[in-house]
Every structure is written in structure tokens, then in C-alpha cells.
């Protein structure tokens, strides 16, 4: 690891609020160590295409407060075949690079274990995500300004809701996890939240209904994972009208809204804590690791176990959002 000189940055997949705050604070606790830094453009295609630059302090600068990422990213069909990784590992010679720092989710992490194996090449990854479903940390980059947004969205429709009279069924992100719509139910006193861990046990909306949910109350949301495990908010509000005519039901997708906005304090101190561990998990000479947080503390979790490893949702919390909501 002592071989060290260049570390080259990149984000991909879904883009996350705090991503350029991990980019800034990658860049410049490289540089602080005395690494040069490349960042490359659109993730994974960048590498397969050669779009890559130098990063200076200054390159950085303002831009933490900033939602997206100025590095773009992209999905990339390419990488996923043995001719395109060769291509990546061509751009990665010709400048330079000696360890990889990737930002992304689930897709992106996975990426880089199978190409650290097939290269032999080190790479340190930071989890950024809205979903909050990677194993080896309590919060991912970019949850916490994704669960404020949805806060702020859903007291919105509460106003309205409660003019009218309506069942409102408010579908967020999460395809296999149900973070955002689990706390995000509590946090806005929501009266249920239909997420995919639990879909499989019991008919969630079925369970709703038979709770008598609207007999204290003039208006009733539900959060909903965007999962197809889950119907989604337009199949729940199908079945509504078919199985209970009685209820007028509306649906809201926010949909991209989530994954936008200025991060939070919290996505911001994350987000550069885990971009300065990264560098300095290289130079402790990890490898093929990703950086999370436990309690507070940094910590390092494996690719392998990150990606395979399901996140559980705490069932505790499902009591909670039950017992508040009557």
C-alpha cells in the first residue's frame, strides 16, 4: 500500500444529498496526506470512456452544501462485461490511479468488489444512498435529508388530506427496504406504513382496514414502499376501490423529490466523516472494504458482507408507528 500515490473519486448510481460532501472530503484528506487526486466523471462509464481530471483543493470548494454531484454519474451497461472492466482497468493505468474511493449503493458496491477481485486493484467504498438498506452501517449518505424531505412533503398533503376527508396513500423510494417509508410514517404521524420486509406475512393493507383506522379521525396517510413486493401506491389505491368503495382514496408519488435538495447538517457531518475514513482506511492498507458507522463510530464492513447482508428493519418500530397511530 506504501505504492500509493494517486487515489482516484467517483460516484454511482442514484444520486444521494451529501455526495459532494464525501467528494470534498475525500479530496482534501488525500491531499492532506500528500496523494494527488483524479475524479471521475459518470461513475463507471467515466472509467470505460476516459473522462477523468485532476482534483485540486479547490476544485472542492463551496460545494458541499449542494444536492447531486459534481462528478455526475451514470448507469453503466459496460462495466457489467468482462471487456468493459478491462476498458476501466486500461483508463486506470494510463493515469495513474492506484486505489479506487467509490460513492453509490447496493449496484455500485457490488461493482467494485467484482472488479478489486478480477484487478487485484484496492478500492474503499462509502455508502450513498436514500435507501439506508446497506448492511455494516446505521445511516447511509443522503437517508437523513431524504426522510426530512419526505417530512416536509407529507405535512403538506396532511393539510389537504384533512379538508377533504381522504385516504391518502403516499408512495416513497425504497424498492427492497422500507426505511424511508417506516420512520418516515413515524415522523410525520402517519397511520400505517406498507413496506416490503413484512409484505410477505401479512396482507398489510387488509390489516390496516380492519384496524378501523379512521373512526378517531377525519383523514388518514399511509406511506408506502415503491416496491413492486408491495403493489405500490396506484395497486393499493386499486384495490381500495374495488374491495372498499366506500373510502376516497388519493395517491402522491414523490418520486425524484426525495433524492434532491441541499443535505442536511447531519448527511453533511456524515458524509466527510466517512470521506476522510476512506482515506484513511488506504492508508492503514484496507482494502475492498466500505466505511459505515456504528453508534457514532467509523467502522469497516467488507464488500462481501455489505452487499449481502439484508439490513433489518426494526420491528420495534412497526409496534410503535401501531400504537401511536390509533
Known sequence: MAAIKTIGVLTSGGDAPGMNAAIRAVTRSAIYNGFKVKGIYRGYKGLVEDEVVDLETQSVSSIMHHGGTILKTARCKEFKTVEGRQQAYETIKKHGIDALVVIGGDGSLSGARQFASEFDFPIVGLPGT????????????????????????VDRIRDTASSHERLFFIEVMGRESGFLA?????????????????????????????RGFRKSKNSSIVLVAESPVTGGAM????????????????VTILGHLQRGGSPTAQDRILASRMGAAAIDALLEGQRNIMIGDDDERIIYTPFSKAIRDDKPIDRDLLDLLRRLSI
Open 182 to 210: 417506516l420512520n418516515g410514517a413515524i415522523a410525520t404521524g402517519a397511520e400505517a406504513a406498507i413496506i416490503p420486509e413484512i409484505s410477505t406475512e401479512v396482507d398489510q393493507l387488509k390489516e390496516l382496514i380492519s
Open 130 to 153: 436514500i435507501d439506508n438498506d446497506l448492511a455494516g452501517t446505521d445511516h447511509t449518505i443522503g437517508y437523513d435529508t431524504a426522510l426530512n424531505t419526505i417530512m416536509w412533503c
Open 235 to 250: 395497486g393499493l389505491a386499486e384495490r381500495v376501490r374495488k374491495e372498499y368503495p366506500q373510502l376516497d382514496v388519493r
